[in-house]
Protein backbone atom coordinates (compact mmCIF):
# COMPACT_ATOMS: atom_id res chain seq x y z
CA UNK A 1 0.00 0.00 0.00
CA UNK A 2 1.23 3.62 -1.09
CA UNK A 3 0.21 6.69 -0.43
CA UNK A 4 0.14 8.89 -3.34
CA UNK A 5 -1.11 12.31 -2.53
CA UNK A 6 -1.54 13.94 1.27
CA UNK A 7 -2.70 17.28 1.44
CA UNK A 8 -3.71 19.45 4.89
CA UNK A 9 -7.25 19.88 4.75
CA UNK A 10 -9.19 21.61 7.35
CA UNK A 11 -6.15 20.99 9.97
CA UNK A 12 -6.29 17.36 8.94
CA UNK A 13 -5.18 15.84 5.98
CA UNK A 14 -6.62 14.64 2.77
CA UNK A 15 -5.05 11.17 1.68
CA UNK A 16 -5.21 9.48 -1.32
CA UNK A 17 -3.87 5.66 -1.23
CA UNK A 18 -2.71 3.10 -3.89
CA UNK A 19 -3.27 -0.45 -3.18
CA UNK A 20 -3.25 -4.50 -4.25
CA UNK A 21 -6.22 -5.64 -3.98
CA UNK A 22 -6.91 -9.36 -3.66
CA UNK A 23 -10.35 -9.21 -4.06
CA UNK A 24 -10.70 -7.54 -7.29
CA UNK A 25 -7.14 -8.48 -8.52
CA UNK A 26 -6.07 -5.05 -9.68
CA UNK A 27 -4.76 -1.48 -8.28
CA UNK A 28 -6.97 0.31 -6.63
CA UNK A 29 -6.62 3.95 -5.17
CA UNK A 30 -9.13 5.46 -2.23
CA UNK A 31 -9.85 8.81 -0.58
CA UNK A 32 -9.02 8.74 2.90
CA UNK A 33 -9.90 11.86 4.88
CA UNK A 34 -8.43 11.71 8.54
CA UNK A 35 -9.88 14.61 10.30
CA UNK A 36 -7.57 16.64 12.93
CA UNK A 37 -9.07 13.76 15.57
CA UNK A 38 -7.23 11.29 13.98
CA UNK A 39 -3.68 13.41 13.62
CA UNK A 40 -3.57 13.56 17.00
CA UNK A 41 -3.93 9.87 17.44
CA UNK A 42 -7.95 9.69 18.67
CA UNK A 43 -9.63 6.63 17.66
CA UNK A 44 -12.42 7.69 15.33
CA UNK A 45 -15.40 5.94 13.53
CA UNK A 46 -14.98 5.62 9.88
CA UNK A 47 -17.56 6.78 7.45
CA UNK A 48 -17.75 5.41 3.34
CA UNK A 49 -19.06 7.11 0.41
CA UNK A 50 -19.53 5.77 -2.39
CA UNK A 51 -19.65 7.39 -5.76
CA UNK A 52 -22.01 7.43 -8.98
CA UNK A 53 -21.35 6.43 -12.47
CA UNK A 54 -18.40 7.37 -14.08
CA UNK A 55 -16.64 8.54 -10.91
CA UNK A 56 -13.48 7.82 -9.50
CA UNK A 57 -11.63 8.51 -6.05
CA UNK A 58 -11.42 12.20 -6.77
CA UNK A 59 -14.86 13.59 -7.48
CA UNK A 60 -15.84 13.52 -3.90
CA UNK A 61 -13.03 14.52 -2.01
CA UNK A 62 -12.47 17.34 -4.76
CA UNK A 63 -16.30 18.75 -4.99
CA UNK A 64 -18.11 17.51 -1.82
CA UNK A 65 -16.86 20.08 0.60
CA UNK A 66 -17.10 16.90 3.44
CA UNK A 67 -13.86 17.33 4.79
CA UNK A 68 -14.94 20.86 6.46
CA UNK A 69 -17.42 18.63 8.65
CA UNK A 70 -15.50 15.74 8.96
CA UNK A 71 -13.08 17.84 10.56
CA UNK A 72 -15.81 19.38 13.07
CA UNK A 73 -17.00 15.90 13.84
CA UNK A 74 -14.31 13.67 14.17
CA UNK A 75 -14.92 11.27 11.18
CA UNK A 76 -12.88 9.73 9.07
CA UNK A 77 -13.71 9.59 5.52
CA UNK A 78 -13.23 6.84 3.34
CA UNK A 79 -13.56 7.17 -0.39
CA UNK A 80 -12.79 3.85 -2.92
CA UNK A 81 -13.16 3.87 -6.85
CA UNK A 82 -16.32 2.66 -8.70
CA UNK A 83 -15.29 -0.39 -9.63
CA UNK A 84 -12.20 -2.87 -10.46
CA UNK A 85 -9.62 -1.03 -13.05
CA UNK A 86 -7.07 -1.99 -15.75
CA UNK A 87 -5.61 1.48 -17.24
CA UNK A 88 -2.85 -0.56 -19.34
CA UNK A 89 -5.52 -3.27 -20.49
CA UNK A 90 -3.03 -6.01 -18.97
CA UNK A 91 -5.01 -7.32 -16.26
CA UNK A 92 -8.40 -8.51 -18.29
CA UNK A 93 -10.54 -6.34 -16.43
CA UNK A 94 -13.66 -6.54 -18.38
CA UNK A 95 -15.07 -3.54 -19.45
CA UNK A 96 -17.64 -1.89 -22.10
CA UNK A 97 -18.00 1.59 -23.95
CA UNK A 98 -21.19 2.75 -22.29
CA UNK A 99 -20.26 4.70 -19.56
CA UNK A 100 -23.17 2.77 -17.03
CA UNK A 101 -21.43 -0.71 -17.26
CA UNK A 102 -18.05 -1.99 -16.33
CA UNK A 103 -14.60 -0.02 -15.43
CA UNK A 104 -16.76 3.15 -13.41
CA UNK A 105 -20.27 1.24 -13.20
CA UNK A 106 -19.60 -1.94 -10.62
CA UNK A 107 -22.94 -1.30 -9.06
CA UNK A 108 -21.64 -2.52 -5.38
CA UNK A 109 -22.53 -6.21 -5.81
CA UNK A 110 -20.31 -9.48 -6.35
CA UNK A 111 -21.30 -10.22 -10.47
CA UNK A 112 -22.18 -13.94 -11.22
CA UNK A 113 -21.79 -13.70 -14.81
CA UNK A 114 -19.12 -14.08 -17.40
CA UNK A 115 -16.87 -11.79 -18.12
CA UNK A 116 -17.56 -10.08 -14.84
CA UNK A 117 -17.68 -12.71 -12.42
CA UNK A 118 -13.51 -12.64 -11.75
CA UNK A 119 -12.69 -9.09 -10.80
CA UNK A 120 -16.28 -7.22 -10.47
CA UNK A 121 -16.54 -7.75 -6.92
CA UNK A 122 -17.01 -4.16 -5.40
CA UNK A 123 -19.57 -5.67 -2.62
CA UNK A 124 -16.98 -8.10 -1.31
CA UNK A 125 -14.27 -4.95 -1.59
CA UNK A 126 -16.06 -2.70 -0.18
CA UNK A 127 -17.79 -4.39 2.98
CA UNK A 128 -14.81 -6.62 3.22
CA UNK A 129 -11.64 -6.02 2.27
CA UNK A 130 -11.23 -1.97 2.14
CA UNK A 131 -12.69 -2.01 5.96
CA UNK A 132 -9.74 -4.63 7.05
CA UNK A 133 -7.56 -2.42 5.65
CA UNK A 134 -8.20 1.06 6.80
CA UNK A 135 -8.74 -0.30 10.48
CA UNK A 136 -5.15 -2.31 10.11
CA UNK A 137 -3.52 0.89 8.77
CA UNK A 138 -5.48 3.74 11.11
CA UNK A 139 -6.97 4.00 14.71
CA UNK A 140 -10.58 3.58 14.39
CA UNK A 141 -13.62 3.37 16.60
CA UNK A 142 -14.66 -0.07 14.75
CA UNK A 143 -17.87 1.78 14.04
CA UNK A 144 -18.99 2.65 10.72
CA UNK A 145 -21.04 4.31 8.31
CA UNK A 146 -22.16 4.38 4.83
CA UNK A 147 -23.31 7.23 2.25
CA UNK A 148 -23.11 7.21 -1.47
CA UNK A 149 -25.07 9.58 -4.46
CA UNK A 150 -26.78 7.51 -7.39
CA UNK A 151 -25.23 4.43 -7.98
CA UNK A 152 -23.56 4.52 -4.85
CA UNK A 153 -26.82 5.57 -2.94
CA UNK A 154 -27.91 2.42 -4.49
CA UNK A 155 -24.46 0.60 -3.29
CA UNK A 156 -25.37 2.59 0.30
CA UNK A 157 -28.32 0.99 1.07
CA UNK A 158 -28.12 -1.95 -0.52
CA UNK A 159 -24.74 -2.79 1.64
CA UNK A 160 -26.16 -1.82 5.08
CA UNK A 161 -29.45 -3.60 4.00
CA UNK A 162 -27.73 -6.80 2.67
CA UNK A 163 -25.34 -6.97 6.49
CA UNK A 164 -26.95 -5.93 9.57
CA UNK A 165 -24.78 -4.95 11.86
CA UNK A 166 -21.97 -3.92 10.18
CA UNK A 167 -22.76 -0.02 9.63
CA UNK A 168 -24.40 1.93 11.91
CA UNK A 169 -25.65 4.56 10.25
CA UNK A 170 -26.81 4.90 6.55
CA UNK A 171 -27.50 7.86 4.11
CA UNK A 172 -28.13 9.34 -0.17
CA UNK A 173 -28.20 11.52 -2.32
CA UNK A 174 -30.14 10.64 -5.37
CA UNK A 175 -29.90 7.15 -5.59
CA UNK A 176 -31.06 4.23 -7.52
CA UNK A 177 -33.73 2.81 -4.84
CA UNK A 178 -35.01 0.35 -7.43
CA UNK A 179 -32.53 -1.08 -9.56
CA UNK A 180 -34.39 -3.80 -10.80
CA UNK A 181 -37.17 -1.62 -12.38
CA UNK A 182 -35.31 0.81 -14.02
CA UNK A 183 -33.03 1.04 -17.12
CA UNK A 184 -29.47 1.80 -15.61
CA UNK A 185 -30.01 -0.89 -12.79
CA UNK A 186 -31.69 -3.63 -15.35
CA UNK A 187 -28.71 -3.30 -17.54
CA UNK A 188 -26.16 -3.83 -15.29
CA UNK A 189 -28.21 -6.50 -13.14
CA UNK A 190 -28.72 -8.37 -16.84
CA UNK A 191 -24.83 -8.50 -17.57
CA UNK A 192 -23.64 -8.75 -13.47
CA UNK A 193 -26.12 -11.35 -12.08
CA UNK A 194 -27.61 -13.26 -15.99
CA UNK A 195 -31.06 -13.10 -17.07
CA UNK A 196 -32.90 -14.65 -14.07
CA UNK A 197 -34.55 -11.35 -12.84
CA UNK A 198 -35.23 -13.81 -9.44
CA UNK A 199 -31.40 -12.97 -8.65
CA UNK A 200 -31.78 -9.40 -8.76
CA UNK A 201 -34.26 -8.59 -5.87
CA UNK A 202 -31.03 -9.44 -3.65
CA UNK A 203 -29.56 -6.13 -4.61
CA UNK A 204 -32.65 -3.53 -4.78
CA UNK A 205 -33.74 -1.70 -1.61
CA UNK A 206 -36.95 -1.44 -2.05
CA UNK A 207 -37.12 -5.34 -2.56
CA UNK A 208 -34.80 -5.91 0.95
CA UNK A 209 -36.51 -3.61 3.10
CA UNK A 210 -39.34 -5.82 3.81
CA UNK A 211 -36.94 -8.46 4.94
CA UNK A 212 -34.60 -6.26 6.45
CA UNK A 213 -32.85 -7.77 9.61
CA UNK A 214 -32.50 -4.56 11.20
CA UNK A 215 -34.72 -1.13 10.68
CA UNK A 216 -31.82 1.40 10.31
CA UNK A 217 -32.80 4.74 10.03
CA UNK A 218 -32.94 5.96 6.47
CA UNK A 219 -31.89 9.31 5.35
CA UNK A 220 -32.07 10.38 1.91
CA UNK A 221 -32.41 13.67 -0.11
CA UNK A 222 -33.40 14.21 -3.66
CA UNK A 223 -33.16 17.06 -5.78
CA UNK A 224 -36.94 17.93 -7.42
CA UNK A 225 -34.84 19.35 -10.31
CA UNK A 226 -32.87 16.16 -11.03
CA UNK A 227 -32.30 15.48 -14.18
CA UNK A 228 -32.68 11.37 -13.87
CA UNK A 229 -35.51 11.41 -11.16
CA UNK A 230 -38.35 10.15 -13.16
CA UNK A 231 -36.83 7.89 -14.93
CA UNK A 232 -34.47 5.84 -12.92
CA UNK A 233 -34.25 7.14 -9.27
CA UNK A 234 -37.99 6.73 -8.36
CA UNK A 235 -37.67 8.04 -4.61
CA UNK A 236 -41.64 7.39 -4.05
CA UNK A 237 -40.93 3.48 -4.26
CA UNK A 238 -38.94 3.97 -1.41
CA UNK A 239 -41.25 5.60 0.66
CA UNK A 240 -43.65 2.97 -0.49
CA UNK A 241 -41.76 0.06 0.61
CA UNK A 242 -40.68 1.78 3.81
CA UNK A 243 -44.13 2.45 4.94
CA UNK A 244 -45.04 -0.93 3.96
CA UNK A 245 -42.29 -2.50 5.95
CA UNK A 246 -42.35 0.36 8.81
CA UNK A 247 -39.06 0.90 8.16
CA UNK A 248 -37.98 4.44 9.33
CA UNK A 249 -36.95 6.70 6.31
CA UNK A 250 -36.54 10.91 6.25
CA UNK A 251 -37.05 11.69 2.47
CA UNK A 252 -36.16 15.16 1.76
CA UNK A 253 -37.50 16.55 -1.90
CA UNK A 254 -35.51 19.70 -2.99
CA UNK A 255 -36.64 22.35 -4.90
CA UNK A 256 -34.81 23.19 -7.56
CA UNK A 257 -31.57 21.22 -7.15
CA UNK A 258 -30.14 18.44 -9.52
CA UNK A 259 -27.85 15.77 -9.93
CA UNK A 260 -24.58 17.55 -9.76
CA UNK A 261 -22.24 17.39 -6.77
CA UNK A 262 -23.50 21.20 -6.35
CA UNK A 263 -26.45 19.66 -4.56
CA UNK A 264 -24.36 16.91 -2.61
CA UNK A 265 -22.39 19.90 -1.20
CA UNK A 266 -25.24 21.84 -0.07
CA UNK A 267 -26.88 19.37 1.86
CA UNK A 268 -23.17 16.91 3.11
CA UNK A 269 -23.15 18.91 6.42
CA UNK A 270 -26.59 17.42 7.37
CA UNK A 271 -25.25 13.80 6.31
CA UNK A 272 -22.31 13.75 8.06
CA UNK A 273 -24.03 15.08 11.27
CA UNK A 274 -26.98 12.33 10.40
CA UNK A 275 -24.01 9.91 11.05
CA UNK A 276 -22.20 11.66 13.77
CA UNK A 277 -24.87 11.16 16.28
CA UNK A 278 -25.14 7.24 15.18
CA UNK A 279 -21.70 6.75 15.03
CA UNK A 280 -20.79 7.95 18.15
CA UNK B 1 -24.86 36.81 -23.43
CA UNK B 2 -25.85 33.14 -22.74
CA UNK B 3 -26.78 30.84 -19.69
CA UNK B 4 -24.40 27.49 -20.10
CA UNK B 5 -24.78 26.19 -17.11
CA UNK B 6 -27.00 26.94 -13.50
CA UNK B 7 -27.29 24.30 -10.39
CA UNK B 8 -29.08 25.09 -7.24
CA UNK B 9 -26.56 25.25 -4.59
CA UNK B 10 -26.57 26.25 -0.92
CA UNK B 11 -30.08 28.13 -1.49
CA UNK B 12 -28.75 29.93 -4.36
CA UNK B 13 -27.97 29.63 -7.41
CA UNK B 14 -24.24 28.34 -9.61
CA UNK B 15 -24.44 29.59 -13.07
CA UNK B 16 -22.26 29.59 -15.89
CA UNK B 17 -22.06 32.66 -18.54
CA UNK B 18 -20.52 32.69 -22.14
CA UNK B 19 -20.30 35.79 -23.84
CA UNK B 20 -18.61 37.64 -26.65
CA UNK B 21 -15.70 39.83 -25.09
CA UNK B 22 -15.32 42.93 -26.95
CA UNK B 23 -12.11 43.65 -24.89
CA UNK B 24 -10.42 40.05 -25.59
CA UNK B 25 -11.99 39.20 -28.99
CA UNK B 26 -12.79 36.33 -28.38
CA UNK B 27 -16.28 34.05 -26.39
CA UNK B 28 -15.23 34.11 -23.00
CA UNK B 29 -16.96 31.57 -19.97
CA UNK B 30 -17.47 32.89 -16.36
CA UNK B 31 -18.73 31.55 -13.20
CA UNK B 32 -21.46 33.53 -11.50
CA UNK B 33 -22.56 32.56 -7.66
CA UNK B 34 -26.03 34.18 -7.22
CA UNK B 35 -27.12 33.97 -3.01
CA UNK B 36 -30.52 33.53 -2.02
CA UNK B 37 -30.73 37.27 -0.99
CA UNK B 38 -29.84 38.01 -4.90
CA UNK B 39 -32.42 35.78 -6.21
CA UNK B 40 -34.50 37.39 -3.99
CA UNK B 41 -34.47 40.88 -5.19
CA UNK B 42 -32.03 42.12 -3.49
CA UNK B 43 -28.48 44.23 -4.31
CA UNK B 44 -25.56 42.36 -3.49
CA UNK B 45 -22.37 43.08 -3.32
CA UNK B 46 -19.82 41.69 -5.89
CA UNK B 47 -16.36 39.43 -5.44
CA UNK B 48 -14.36 38.65 -8.09
CA UNK B 49 -11.74 35.18 -8.07
CA UNK B 50 -9.12 35.49 -9.89
CA UNK B 51 -7.67 31.98 -10.69
CA UNK B 52 -4.20 30.34 -10.96
CA UNK B 53 -2.35 29.27 -14.16
CA UNK B 54 -3.74 26.19 -16.19
CA UNK B 55 -7.77 27.05 -14.70
CA UNK B 56 -10.65 28.42 -16.08
CA UNK B 57 -13.96 29.14 -14.97
CA UNK B 58 -14.57 25.60 -13.76
CA UNK B 59 -11.85 24.75 -10.88
CA UNK B 60 -13.02 27.74 -8.24
CA UNK B 61 -16.40 26.98 -8.40
CA UNK B 62 -16.24 23.26 -7.99
CA UNK B 63 -13.35 23.05 -5.54
CA UNK B 64 -13.45 25.77 -3.50
CA UNK B 65 -16.44 25.26 -1.68
CA UNK B 66 -17.20 29.31 -1.22
CA UNK B 67 -20.79 29.39 -2.28
CA UNK B 68 -21.96 27.94 1.47
CA UNK B 69 -20.33 31.10 2.93
CA UNK B 70 -21.31 33.65 -0.18
CA UNK B 71 -24.84 32.31 0.88
CA UNK B 72 -24.70 33.24 4.59
CA UNK B 73 -23.07 36.63 3.83
CA UNK B 74 -25.16 37.77 0.99
CA UNK B 75 -22.19 38.10 -1.70
CA UNK B 76 -22.41 37.60 -5.13
CA UNK B 77 -19.24 35.76 -6.76
CA UNK B 78 -17.59 36.12 -10.22
CA UNK B 79 -14.93 33.85 -11.56
CA UNK B 80 -13.94 34.74 -15.30
CA UNK B 81 -11.23 32.42 -17.16
CA UNK B 82 -7.41 33.08 -17.27
CA UNK B 83 -6.81 34.49 -20.76
CA UNK B 84 -8.66 34.96 -23.59
CA UNK B 85 -9.69 31.44 -25.71
CA UNK B 86 -9.92 30.04 -29.24
CA UNK B 87 -10.41 26.75 -28.66
CA UNK B 88 -11.33 26.11 -32.71
CA UNK B 89 -7.99 27.89 -33.34
CA UNK B 90 -10.10 30.40 -35.79
CA UNK B 91 -9.56 33.90 -33.89
CA UNK B 92 -5.90 34.45 -34.17
CA UNK B 93 -5.95 34.13 -30.20
CA UNK B 94 -1.94 33.54 -30.08
CA UNK B 95 -0.90 30.48 -27.57
CA UNK B 96 2.14 28.73 -26.28
CA UNK B 97 2.63 25.10 -25.10
CA UNK B 98 4.05 25.50 -21.69
CA UNK B 99 1.81 25.67 -19.33
CA UNK B 100 2.36 29.15 -18.04
CA UNK B 101 2.58 31.13 -21.16
CA UNK B 102 -0.66 32.11 -23.39
CA UNK B 103 -3.73 30.64 -23.09
CA UNK B 104 -4.49 29.97 -19.47
CA UNK B 105 -2.34 32.26 -18.02
CA UNK B 106 -2.96 36.14 -19.06
CA UNK B 107 -1.18 37.19 -15.87
CA UNK B 108 -4.55 40.10 -15.83
CA UNK B 109 -2.27 42.59 -17.85
CA UNK B 110 -2.83 44.33 -21.18
CA UNK B 111 -0.13 43.12 -23.23
CA UNK B 112 1.86 45.49 -25.48
CA UNK B 113 4.02 43.02 -27.69
CA UNK B 114 3.35 40.77 -30.62
CA UNK B 115 1.82 38.45 -30.90
CA UNK B 116 -0.12 38.90 -27.75
CA UNK B 117 -1.58 42.50 -27.91
CA UNK B 118 -4.51 42.25 -29.72
CA UNK B 119 -6.11 39.67 -27.76
CA UNK B 120 -4.40 39.89 -24.39
CA UNK B 121 -6.12 42.55 -22.22
CA UNK B 122 -6.94 40.52 -19.02
CA UNK B 123 -7.00 43.83 -16.93
CA UNK B 124 -8.99 45.50 -19.16
CA UNK B 125 -11.57 42.78 -19.20
CA UNK B 126 -11.30 42.35 -15.77
CA UNK B 127 -11.85 45.68 -14.57
CA UNK B 128 -13.64 47.22 -16.71
CA UNK B 129 -15.64 45.01 -19.29
CA UNK B 130 -16.30 42.58 -16.03
CA UNK B 131 -18.10 44.26 -14.09
CA UNK B 132 -20.04 46.31 -16.81
CA UNK B 133 -21.43 43.07 -17.74
CA UNK B 134 -22.12 41.27 -14.61
CA UNK B 135 -23.88 45.70 -12.95
CA UNK B 136 -25.95 45.35 -15.91
CA UNK B 137 -27.44 41.57 -15.98
CA UNK B 138 -27.46 41.50 -12.03
CA UNK B 139 -28.83 44.07 -9.05
CA UNK B 140 -25.46 44.96 -7.33
CA UNK B 141 -24.73 47.63 -4.68
CA UNK B 142 -22.03 48.77 -6.94
CA UNK B 143 -19.31 47.58 -4.49
CA UNK B 144 -17.07 45.42 -5.50
CA UNK B 145 -14.18 42.90 -4.03
CA UNK B 146 -11.51 41.25 -5.41
CA UNK B 147 -9.52 37.88 -4.46
CA UNK B 148 -7.35 35.39 -6.19
CA UNK B 149 -4.79 32.33 -6.29
CA UNK B 150 -1.66 32.28 -7.13
CA UNK B 151 -1.43 34.29 -10.79
CA UNK B 152 -4.70 35.31 -9.42
CA UNK B 153 -3.48 36.60 -6.05
CA UNK B 154 -1.18 38.45 -7.87
CA UNK B 155 -3.83 39.40 -10.42
CA UNK B 156 -6.23 40.57 -6.93
CA UNK B 157 -3.21 42.44 -5.58
CA UNK B 158 -1.74 44.67 -8.49
CA UNK B 159 -5.76 45.23 -10.03
CA UNK B 160 -6.74 46.44 -6.25
CA UNK B 161 -3.42 48.65 -6.24
CA UNK B 162 -3.34 49.72 -9.92
CA UNK B 163 -7.31 51.23 -9.68
CA UNK B 164 -7.73 53.03 -6.11
CA UNK B 165 -11.44 53.32 -5.47
CA UNK B 166 -12.57 50.45 -7.94
CA UNK B 167 -12.42 47.64 -4.83
CA UNK B 168 -13.57 48.37 -1.63
CA UNK B 169 -11.56 44.97 -0.38
CA UNK B 170 -9.17 42.77 -1.43
CA UNK B 171 -6.74 39.48 -0.72
CA UNK B 172 -5.01 36.70 -1.49
CA UNK B 173 -3.87 32.87 -1.70
CA UNK B 174 -0.40 31.92 -2.48
CA UNK B 175 -0.09 34.74 -4.40
CA UNK B 176 2.59 35.74 -6.88
CA UNK B 177 3.78 39.46 -5.00
CA UNK B 178 6.62 40.08 -6.99
CA UNK B 179 6.58 38.28 -10.27
CA UNK B 180 9.81 41.00 -11.92
CA UNK B 181 11.55 39.37 -10.30
CA UNK B 182 10.29 35.26 -10.09
CA UNK B 183 10.09 32.59 -13.06
CA UNK B 184 6.90 32.77 -13.79
CA UNK B 185 6.60 36.18 -13.60
CA UNK B 186 9.85 37.30 -15.45
CA UNK B 187 8.92 35.18 -18.71
CA UNK B 188 5.27 35.85 -18.92
CA UNK B 189 6.05 39.85 -19.04
CA UNK B 190 8.93 39.48 -21.36
CA UNK B 191 6.71 38.01 -23.77
CA UNK B 192 3.20 40.21 -22.62
CA UNK B 193 5.78 43.71 -22.36
CA UNK B 194 8.81 43.48 -23.38
CA UNK B 195 11.85 43.15 -22.57
CA UNK B 196 12.69 46.75 -21.30
CA UNK B 197 12.16 45.93 -17.55
CA UNK B 198 11.58 49.41 -16.33
CA UNK B 199 7.84 48.61 -17.86
CA UNK B 200 7.25 45.73 -15.33
CA UNK B 201 7.06 47.23 -11.90
CA UNK B 202 3.69 49.02 -13.01
CA UNK B 203 2.52 44.88 -12.63
CA UNK B 204 4.56 43.78 -9.92
CA UNK B 205 2.80 44.11 -6.10
CA UNK B 206 5.64 44.78 -4.35
CA UNK B 207 6.74 47.30 -6.50
CA UNK B 208 3.46 48.90 -6.47
CA UNK B 209 2.90 49.08 -2.69
CA UNK B 210 5.14 52.54 -2.26
CA UNK B 211 3.46 54.22 -4.53
CA UNK B 212 -0.19 52.84 -3.51
CA UNK B 213 -3.01 55.54 -4.18
CA UNK B 214 -5.05 54.21 -1.33
CA UNK B 215 -3.92 52.18 1.87
CA UNK B 216 -6.76 49.34 1.26
CA UNK B 217 -5.93 46.14 4.18
CA UNK B 218 -4.13 43.12 2.65
CA UNK B 219 -4.96 39.85 3.84
CA UNK B 220 -2.90 36.72 2.45
CA UNK B 221 -3.03 33.04 2.85
CA UNK B 222 0.10 31.13 2.27
CA UNK B 223 1.17 27.72 2.95
CA UNK B 224 4.16 26.72 4.02
CA UNK B 225 4.50 23.45 2.43
CA UNK B 226 3.59 24.93 -0.74
CA UNK B 227 5.77 23.55 -3.63
CA UNK B 228 6.14 27.20 -4.69
CA UNK B 229 7.20 29.18 -1.61
CA UNK B 230 10.71 29.86 -2.34
CA UNK B 231 11.06 29.89 -6.53
CA UNK B 232 7.77 31.65 -7.44
CA UNK B 233 6.18 33.19 -4.03
CA UNK B 234 7.99 34.70 -1.39
CA UNK B 235 5.95 36.40 0.77
CA UNK B 236 8.65 37.91 2.65
CA UNK B 237 8.57 40.39 0.04
CA UNK B 238 5.40 41.48 0.06
CA UNK B 239 5.81 42.00 3.78
CA UNK B 240 8.99 43.65 3.62
CA UNK B 241 7.36 46.37 0.86
CA UNK B 242 4.28 46.87 3.00
CA UNK B 243 6.27 47.45 5.96
CA UNK B 244 8.41 49.72 4.51
CA UNK B 245 5.47 51.90 2.59
CA UNK B 246 3.48 51.27 6.35
CA UNK B 247 0.65 49.47 4.17
CA UNK B 248 -1.82 47.20 6.07
CA UNK B 249 -0.82 43.49 5.64
CA UNK B 250 -2.08 40.17 7.65
CA UNK B 251 -0.14 37.61 6.41
CA UNK B 252 -0.72 34.49 7.79
CA UNK B 253 1.75 31.64 6.90
CA UNK B 254 -0.02 28.27 7.21
CA UNK B 255 2.07 25.31 8.58
CA UNK B 256 1.64 22.07 6.16
CA UNK B 257 -0.88 23.71 3.51
CA UNK B 258 0.28 23.56 0.07
CA UNK B 259 -0.63 25.18 -3.29
CA UNK B 260 -3.79 22.88 -3.92
CA UNK B 261 -7.67 24.04 -4.02
CA UNK B 262 -7.56 21.78 -0.50
CA UNK B 263 -5.56 24.68 0.53
CA UNK B 264 -8.14 27.04 -0.74
CA UNK B 265 -11.19 25.37 0.42
CA UNK B 266 -9.61 25.44 4.32
CA UNK B 267 -9.45 28.93 4.70
CA UNK B 268 -11.77 30.50 2.15
CA UNK B 269 -14.63 31.22 4.71
CA UNK B 270 -12.10 33.89 6.13
CA UNK B 271 -11.08 35.28 3.02
CA UNK B 272 -15.06 35.86 2.74
CA UNK B 273 -15.83 37.20 5.78
CA UNK B 274 -13.20 39.84 5.11
CA UNK B 275 -14.50 40.86 2.25
CA UNK B 276 -18.18 40.92 3.61
CA UNK B 277 -16.90 43.38 6.54
CA UNK B 278 -15.40 45.70 3.95
CA UNK B 279 -18.80 45.38 1.45
CA UNK B 280 -21.45 45.66 3.87
Redesign the interface.
Known sequence: MERVEH?????G??EVWRHESSTLGCTMRLGLYLPPQALAGQACPVLYWLSGLTCNEQNFI??A?A??HAARLGLILVVPDTSPRDPGGTLGVADDPAYDLGQGAGFYLDATQEPWARHYRMESYVVHELPALVESQVATTGRRGIFGHSMGGHGALTLALRHPGRYASVSAFSPIVAPARVPWGRKAFAAYLGDDESTWAAHDATALIAGAGERLPLLVDQ?E?DEFLAGQLKPEWLEEACAAAGHPLTLRR?????H????I??FVADHLEHHARALR
Chains 1, 2 share one sequence.
Do not use: E, I, L, W
Open positions: HASFGRQTKGQAGAQPGYDSYYFAS
